[in-house]
């Protein structure tokens, strides 16, 4: 609960390049898994929000996609969705894997007037011991996370706490996230499919809810997982549907983890040709289509 003193609010972005961590990173300072993890990397495509209140402070964490180059125009939704969040936060962490030597700095992975003058902390991730120089940077906070250990999180809490302006909590402090539930499910499924589907397979597909029976025991949840092409449908189904069936029961038990309840999840596959290219397409499935094409 808040204290009697003045309270403290403010946006966290989490930013880097793919795979760096920073999902697993969210996970770890709100304490759920809400964010969906791959070692394969790219596996964000829209911020995730985790809520952190503990005492007089309430941090609003938003994980990104990865920092890339896009090739198309999920990819080039997916950095516009990355600098809009960046454009909004108080402060930056910026992650980096440890085991790549020091991070380079932030300005010269995103456009510098993007960033302004937020202050940024460097996170080294997966457990290497934190670099002080930064190429071009002055010196400034650098962190070392390990999942296995929790280390670095008290750390980067309070520094964050420390880089918030004061101000009301924006969010009852017992809610972990600002985003809808059928979000998650369909973030999970992805997941499901992170898991079990080859190699490219998972890049083209994607995840909608379409139906969340309220009060009904256990859960029903329906939903379509879209990919691009028939032979895509076909691996995804599987022979005799072990493939889906199998995806489906993942993603249930993940489903079943966050909520605390039993769902039952109705499962479709269908084919949205080009929908990863397509700009009315993305957002039927609910990614907002880059600013400089949306207009
Ligand atoms: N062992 C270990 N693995 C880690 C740690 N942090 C991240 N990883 C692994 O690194 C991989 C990438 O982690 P993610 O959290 O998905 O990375 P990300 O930056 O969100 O990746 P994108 O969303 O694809 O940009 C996963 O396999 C994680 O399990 C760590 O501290 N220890
Ligand atoms: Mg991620």
């Keep these: 609960m808040p204290t009697s003193g003045p309270t403290r609010c403010g946006i966290i972005a989490l ?12 996970n770890a300072l709100v304490g759920t898994k809400l964010a969906i993890v791959s070692p394969k990397p790219q596996s964000t495509r829209q911020p995730v929000v985790g809520l952190y209140s503990d005492g007089d402070t309430q941090l609003i ?16 939704a997916m950095l516009e969705h990355a600098l809009d969040v960046l454009r909004r936060a108080d402060a930056v962490l910026h ?18 007037e993007t960033l302004g003058s937020r202050p940024v902390a460097t996170v080294l991730t997966g457990g290497a011991a934190p670099h002080h120089a930064e190429a071009g940077e002055p010196p400034h906070a650098t962190f070392a996370f390990t999942l296995e250990t929790r280390r670095g999180i008290a750390e980067i809490l309070a520094w964050c706490r420390e880089q918030v302006p004061e101000g009301p909590f924006r969010y009852d402090p017992e809610d972990i996230s600002t985003q809808p539930l059928r979000f998650f499910v369909a973030e999970f ?11 490219e397979l998972p890049y083209a597909l994607a995840a909608e809810v379409d139906e969340f029976r309220e009060g ?23 022979s005799g549907g072990r493939t889906i069936r199998a995806l489906g029961a993942l993603a249930r038990q993940k489903v079943e983890d966050l909520l605390g309840q039993q769902v ?5 596959v ?26």
């Design 216 to 238: 009904s025991e256990p859960l029903y949840i329906r939903a379509t997982l879209f990919v691009e092409r028939e032979s895509q449908k076909g691996m995804v189904i599987g």
């Design 270 to 295: 269908k084919v949205l040709p080009k929908w990863r290219r397509t700009e009315q397409r993305l957002r039927q499935l609910g990614i907002p289509p880059p600013n400089a094409r949306s207009s």
């Design 95 to 112: 992650l980096h894997p440890g085991s790549e030597g020091p991070a380079p700095a932030l300005a010269t992975i995103v456009p510098p």
């Design 15 to 26: 930013v880097g390049k793919p795979n760096a961590g920073k999902s697993t990173l969210l």
């Design 264 to 268: 039952y999840l109705d499962l479709w």
């Design 61 to 76: 964490l938003m994980d990104t996609p990865g920092l890339l180059e896009p090739r198309y125009l999920l990819q080039e």
């Design 189 to 199: 499924l992805r997941e499901a499919a992170f898991e079990l589907l080859g190699e």
